[in-house]
């Protein structure tokens, strides 16, 4: 019982239609014009009424809509005829023709409802309406047959397109409707000018306009040699009131032409605003009220960006010219976007720079500060000879720190190019060399060549590296560290180890990727330093962890 209520549930949307097309039959059949009639065309409409894809289900009337709707029903019900009928039928098959569905099962469910309707309009509406003799005996079951195709659609799986899904093409729906008067006045034509009766003539408009519609598929087909014709039907459709292509050609050079989003749009509005068309337009934007051109009696209310634009006609603007309008209107809404898009992710690429600038100047400082600090700890021994030995490195040290420091500086004046300075390698390990002297650190070369490679990445990544291994040694007296450098041909590898304790797993999982917060370091600074490494074309990387061999590399 519950999987049967299921499925009643499930199979809504088809027990609704099944039920306006059986009480639409019932009332054409059961002795029409009477009371019978009007109380079966008022249940059909309220069915109609559930069913409509015009208006979404969520949609709310108003009252004034629903007092006008519920007046032409009953107004419909009381005047009933075959003049209404005709047209209602008419506007039925526009509708169901229109819907737009993609799954093949609601398009056979569309598929019936439209065989039902024509067969309603040909086969009693339109003999009653004129009076036709069928001529053939196979018409009149005919009139009772078609009332099981509402009920063979409850045997469809459930539908998969929500109803808020749901629309209705314009364009699908004039069309059938068209097709369906052409075969109702057709047949009629066909009828009274051969002489022939309503079967026969029946099955030739049937046939003519068959064979009609398959040689207009075959024409607009994209697989036959007048494909362009489809091409040429599409491109008709979106040159209605000004070239499409010439359009967005336009708004591409605006695009360039304006660096700022507002004069962008500005300059764009003026180049709508001299169509032929169009007399003037009124646009806000940042409560700014913009006019151009002149008003008239005729406008169209449209928007940009939630901003509102008013266009003024110098004609009433409907039908595809309205959607057209609507589609120039999307067009400028666009580029539009991207223009603030792109101003707001320049201004991001630009702050993301002073950000990273001021973070490795930061650490950098940082160094400096921790090498200073190592040598006040040193001035303040209290023997002659340490006191001897620290002003010797001092004399050593503070031209060392003085140059970082202006080159801190530099970086500050000028960031996009701090890291453009090139130096030889051997210059560059010698100076290392004599700097890191005397924190008993150990040198080795293998170098085969003398190539230029970027200082300041260089210098920046063994400055990290030489402090977060000093920093170990707090924790670590006896471990030792070491610096290796090999140039094989074009291929650079420094590496920088230590013989203390492993990195923890959950750090090195996360290292090189985002700051890390550490006493010993190996926070922001290996990640700056690992962007800056990849922005030039080389690799940091952990290369060993192991306790008694951390080892960290640079190559290209």
Sequence with gaps: MHNLMQSIINRRDYFIIAAMLGFLHASLLIDFGSAITSALLLIHLGFFLLWQPVQKREE???????????????????????????????????????????????RYVLFLVMIFLISELLIIAI??????????????????????????????????????????????????????????????VIMYHSGADYFTALIYILLAVGFCLLLISWLLSAHTEFGMLSQLWSRSLLNIGTPFEQWLADLSTLKDQHESPADFLEAAIEKLASLPWISGVIWHISDQLNIHGSKTKHEIKLSINTYPLTLYTRVPVSGALLLHCNLLIKLVEYFYTAKVNERELSKRVHMQAIFETGARITHDIKNLLQSMHSMVTILQA????????????????????????????????????????????????????????????????????NPLIPFDLF???????FENAIAKRKDEPNIRISAK?????????????????????????????????????LGIGLLQAAKQAESMGYTLRLNENLTGNVCFELHN
Aim: net charge negative; no cysteine.
């Design 60 to 106: 709310k009337y108003t009252w004034y809509n629903g007092i006008i709707f519920i007046g032409l029903m009953l107004a419909f019900a009381y005047w009933v005829n075959w003049w209404l009928i005709f047209a209602w039928l008419i506007l039925l098959i526009g509708i169901a023709g229109g819907r737009v569905v993609t799954n093949p099962t609601e």
């Design 127 to 188: 003999p009653s309406l004129f009076t036709v003799v069928y001529g053939n005996p196979v018409l009149i079951p005919l009139k009772y047959v078609i009332i099981f195709i509402p009920f063979a659609l409850l045997f469809f799986p459930p539908p998969y397109t929500r109803k808020s899904e749901l629309s209705v093409d314009l364009l699908y729906a004039i069309t059938a409707s068209l097709l369906a008067g052409i075969l109702a006045l057709g047949s009629l």
């Design 382 to 449: 209290d023997t002659t000879e340490t006191d001897s030995k620290s002003i010797l490195i001092l004399k050593k040290q503070f031209p060392y720190f003085i140059q970082r420091l202006e080159q801190a500086m530099d970086k500050l004046q000028a960031p996009q190019q701090y890291n453009k300075e090139d130096i030889y390698l051997m210059d560059f390990w010698g100076e290392l060399n004599a700097h890191y002297n005397d924190y008993n650190i150990e040198f080795n070369a293998e170098i085969d060549n």
């Design 459 to 465: 210098n920046s990544i063994t400055e990290n590296l």
């Design 485 to 521: 450098i090999q140039v094989n041909h074009n291929m650079i590898s420094l590496m920088v180890t230590d013989t203390g304790r492993a990195i923890d797993e959950k750090i090195t999982a996360l290292l090189f990727k985002e700051p890390l917060k550490s006493d010993n370091g």
